[in-house]
């Protein structure tokens, strides 16, 4: 059974940086891509970024995180990573790791969720 574990969210001021872990085990890891998405209270779920299978030599991110967030991966570790920097109110909402076959926006590629991490930027 595939699990996915995030951590690293929390309370931030609005300019500073937090980096999300998800650790992933069950499964290969390293032949998924891997995903975050975000989602508010009463809202969808956002795509945030994604990294291709293997090497990671595949990316595609959001355009409100563009040049602030990066998305990483260490398959020694079965772990990826959410780097945020200047971190905005609007940043705010529960965060969820997802690995799927291919780097894509659509939640329907991602066959396996995380339970989420909150993360909130304060003004």
């Known amino acids: 059974q595939v699990q996915l574990v995030e951590s690293g969210g929390g309370l931030v001021q609005a300019g500073n940086s937090l980096r999300l872990s998800c650790v992933v085990s069950?499964?290969?890891?390293?032949?998924?891509?891997l995903a975050w998405f975000r989602q508010a209270p009463g809202k969808e779920r956002e795509f945030v970024a994604a990294?291709?299978?293997?090497?990671?030599?595949?990316?595609k991110y959001a355009d409100s995180v563009k040049g602030r967030f990066t998305i990483s991966r260490d398959n020694a570790k079965n772990t990826g990573y959410l780097q945020m920097n200047s971190l905005k109110p609007e940043d705010t909402p529960v965060y969820f790791c997802?690995?799927?076959?291919?780097?894509?926006?659509?939640?329907?590629?991602?066959?396996?969720w995380g339970q989420g991490t909150q993360v909130t930027v304060a003004s």
């Open positions: 997802a690995t799927g076959p291919r780097v894509s926006y659509e939640t329907d590629n991602y066959a396996s």
């Open positions: 990294i291709s299978s293997w090497n990671g030599s595949s990316t």
């Open positions: 069950g499964r290969a890891f390293n032949f998924y891509t």
